[in-house]
T-cell receptor, first 116, second 118 residues
Framework: AQKITQTQPGMFVQEKEAVTLDCTYD???????LFWYKQPSSGEMIFLIY??????QNATEGRYSLNFQKARKSANLVISASQLGDSAMYFC?????????????FGKGNQVVVIP | GAVVSQHPSWVICKSGTSVKIECRSL??????MFWYRQFPKQSLMLMAT?????????EQGVEKDKFLINHASLTLSTLTVTSAHPEDSSFYIC??????????????FGPGTRLTVL
């Protein structure tokens, strides 16, 4: 089985500051993918960033970067220069061959509120 | 790129009726689509994996006769909630798998359908 853990309570972030969202995972598969999605109040799930287990470098996509620490099994999302539109739920997810057919296992999510 | 649409975005129906939800990948072909259910303030729960041209694979505890899935083409999957009851009220969201060889294998999500059964 694979498991994703997101335990931070809701967070308030000052606009223009950086925020780090924690995610730890557990899997016995050496080959896996890690994803972060953003879900604003409208409900849509927006893909943000991907990290493969064999990727040598941490993934970056614009203001999003993934702090991948394989030995610690953590994949924290860093959002730099927060904007009001970043207020949303953020979900960490993982896929692996062992889990089958690239199904995604999701964490419980982190609530972020950006304040002006 | 990688746009997924869902229709309808919301639906209200009477108990006992059936509701069909469509999920389309607009600018790519998806041999695999997924259907999720999400309760308020909770995470996504995978209901089933929809494979083009074959039967869907349901997660444990999901009634296949209750939630009928058809993946008739590489761009369309449908979820039909049969004989809906108030406990079926939820947010249903689909995703389509985009596999870019040599790069990554990612699911892109539709905007979701909010179902309310009276």
């Amino acid at each position: 089985a694979q498991k994703i853990t997101q335990t931070q309570p809701g967070m308030f972030v000052q606009e223009k500051e950086a925020v780090t969202l924690d995610c730890t995972y557990d899997t016995s598969d050496p080959s896996y993918g890690l994803f972060w999605y953003k879900q604003p109040s409208s409900g849509e799930m927006i893909f943000l960033i991907y990290q493969g287990s064999y990727d040598q470098q941490n993934a970056t996509e614009g203001r999003y970067s993934l702090n991948f620490q394989k030995a610690r099994k953590s994949a924290n999302l860093v959002i730099s220069a927060s904007q009001l539109g970043d207020s949303a739920m953020y979900f960490c997810a993982m896929s692996s061959r062992l889990y089958g057919n690239n199904r995604l296992a999701f964490g419980k999510g982190n609530q972020v509120v950006v304040i002006p | 790129g990688a746009v997924v649409s869902q229709h309808p975005s919301w639906v209200i129906c009477k108990s006992g009726t059936s509701v069909k939800i469509e999920c389309r990948s607009l600018d790519f072909q998806a041999t695999t689509m997924f259907w999720y259910r999400q309760f308020p303030k909770q995470s996504l729960m995978l209901m089933a994996t929809s494979n083009e041209g074959s039967k869907a694979t349901y997660e444990q505890g999901v009634e296949k006769d209750k939630f009928l899935i058809n993946h008739a083409s590489l761009t369309l999957s449908t979820l039909t909630v049969t004989s809906a009851h108030p406990e079926d009220s939820s947010f249903y969201i689909c995703s389509a798998r985009l596999f870019d060889r040599g790069r990554k294998d990612t699911q892109y999500f539709g905007p979701g359908t909010r179902l309310t059964v009276l």
